[in-house]
């Protein structure tokens, strides 16, 4: 199985991105799909994440602003992003549990 991201790009602050995960192979198996990010010189960070029933999690700062949601029937995986800031500035990865990190997409939040 090969995730890649896509939907990223250069947006204002306040603006909205939705970026797509697509998997090469079914994520109905994958218990749980994430969303991370690295933003440069950091720490690869755990962004959110959603359960097969639907159960979603989210890191502090994007509380609010973001929504994940998966489609099984269509093996993608959604981040929507609301409300952008400046810090949210970094590569947007997606991960299920024991598949290699795929490519991300950066997204970039400027004035």
């Known amino acids: 199985v090969q995730l890649q991201a896509s939907g990223g790009g250069l947006v204002q602050p306040g603006g909205s991105l939705r970026l797509s995960c697509a998997s090469s192979?079914?994520?109905?198996?994958?218990?749980?799909m994430y969303w991370y990010r690295q933003a440069p010189g950091k720490q690869r960070e755990l962004v959110a994440g959603?359960?097969?029933?639907?159960?979603?999690t989210y890191a502090d700062s994007v509380k609010g602003r973001f929504t994940i949601s998966r489609d099984n029937t269509k093996n993608t995986v959604y981040l929507q992003m609301n409300s952008l800031k400046l810090e949210d500035t970094a590569v947007y990865f997606c991960?299920?549990?024991?598949?290699?990190w795929g490519r991300g997409t950066q997204v970039t939040v400027s004035s």
């Open positions: 192979g079914s994520i109905s198996s994958h218990w749980i």
């Open positions: 959603v359960t097969s029933g639907g159960t979603t």
């Open positions: 991960k299920a549990p024991y598949v290699s």
